[in-house]
């Protein structure tokens, strides 16, 4: 996946971007509620149950533009920093199958940013991968929207196919399924198998595809 010129303004570098006012403006900012599936999923099909929306309706795209870590290609860790951003195209190949992706240049045109790090401890709790949200208000172009961001740390203290499932799992937050299955082989395992999960599995397909459904938070007017 290389980097890709942008066709409209979804990855322009913001004029301006603030916090979100939160609260106050959340009642007029939640959408509609989605009309029921036309083909209901029977038990089992997909984890949608367990996804959780913001205050201000679901933090999905129809297209999302991601930052990576730059990495070194020559010096003593250019080898392993080359298999971290090998192992994070791979997951973010297995998305892109189901909606558009865009790698981007500078981190300020993105809505994903994927760092090479270690997240810190919470809970006194390791782990590999942690993906945080938080929603912008962002100007591109003539308006200003509410806009999803996520900040996607990935360690690299891993094995290639450890890294991969990783951000495979944390990318699949990344693109609006803040949950977790309680499947081991979904990607979005609440707890990772004996094996790592190297691709989407019919359940995250399916669950994704219902998630793109739903009322997103999207276009609104500043004061």
């Keep these: 996946m290389e980097l890709q010129p942008v066709a409209d303004h979804s990855c322009a570098v913001a004029a301006e971007i603030r916090p979100w006012q939160g609260a106050a403006a959340a009642a007029a900012l939640i959408p509609p509620a989605a009309p029921p599936s036309a083909a ?5 099909d997909d984890y949608r149950d367990r996804l959780h929306p913001t205050p201000a309706g ?6 999302w533009c991601v ?4 990495v070194e290609e020559l010096g003593p860790t250019g080898i392993w920093e080359q298999r971290w951003h090998q192992a994070v195209l791979e997951a973010l190949a297995s998305w892109r199958e189901l909606i558009p ?3 981007v240049a500078q981190p300020e045109q993105a809505h994903v940013v994927v760092e090479r790090k270690r997240p810190p401890l919470r809970n006194n709790r390791a782990s590999h991968g942690r993906a945080e949200l938080q929603l912008l208000e962002v100007q591109r172009g003539q308006g200003w929207e509410l806009e999803p961001h996520v900040r996607v740390m990935i360690s690299p203290g891993q094995a290639a196919p450890a890294m991969q ?4 799992h944390e990318l699949g937050h990344a693109f609006g399924l803040w949950g977790h299955s309680s499947e081991s082989g979904d990607a979005l395992a609440v707890k990772p198998g ?3 999960v190297l691709s989407l599995s019919e359940r995250d397909r399916r669950t994704f595809l219902w998630l793109q ?5 999207g276009a609104w007017s500043a004061p």
């Design 213 to 217: 459904q739903q009322p997103a938070v």
């Design 40 to 44: 209901p999923l029977s038990k089992g």
């Design 101 to 103: 992706i865009t790698l």
């Design 58 to 63: 679901w933090p999905i795209r129809g297209h």
């Design 165 to 168: 499932a990783t951000a495979l």
């Design 67 to 70: 930052w990576l870590e730059p």
């Design 194 to 196: 004996a094996q790592p």
